[in-house]
């Protein structure tokens, strides 16, 4: 759904939660740093800091962790497997029903069609970030579809086109987004 209206929620502990419209901003900044251990693992460390606006941010700090296993299956395919853990301390009106730590897994495969160009397909998964709220979009896992290209010109960085796709939990908004970046 839009928010173009106020959003008032009732919980089961009888609390009310209001969020009010907001145009557009910029939400909680990440930052990420990492190291590779060898060739097919790696480890990241994320910070994120409460910079959103009220109401649509952590208003604390919290951190995470990933560990990526990758493999080369032969020539054109490679596959990628992670598992990561994350802290993030309770605060705000649901601090109550708030999970303070949450694990997440990820699945994915490349396919090179070209020269360095390849399409990519990755499965997310993360635990529930609340408990007994009532509300399902809280409650529930998240599960999240990230696909796209990969495309590499002889010289500079790698980029990526791709779209993502909430699978789980279901519920009233189209939750699609479409992604470009860079890696070098």
């Not at 919290?62 to 598992?83: I, M, N, P």
């Amino acid at each position: 759904f839009l928010a173009d209206e106020p959003i008032d929620l009732k919980l089961p502990n009888g609390d009310s939660l209001d969020r009010a419209p907001s145009g557009g901003f910029l939400g909680d900044v990440r930052l990420l740093g990492g190291v590779r251990l060898g060739r097919r693992l790696q480890t990241t460390v994320a910070v994120t800091l409460p910079t959103g606006p009220e109401g649509y941010g952590r208003r604390v700090a919290s951190v995470a962790s990933l560990t990526t296993f990758r493999a080369e299956l032969d020539h054109r395919w490679r596959t990628e497997w992670g598992l990561g853990f994350g802290y993030t301390p309770s605060e705000g009106p649901l601090a109550d029903f708030q999970r303070n730590t949450f694990v997440g897994a990820n699945a994915g495969f490349r396919y090179r069609f070209w020269g360095k160009q390849a399409a990519f397909v990755n499965l997310f998964y993360q635990s529930a970030g609340y408990r007994d709220t009532g509300l399902r979009a809280f409650d529930k896992r998240e599960l999240t579809l990230d696909y796209g290209f990969l495309l590499k010109a002889r010289r500079g960085p790698e980029w990526f086109l791709g779209m993502t796709e909430d699978l789980e939990p279901r519920g009233p908004a189209l939750d699609l987004s479409f992604r470009i970046g860079a890696r070098w």
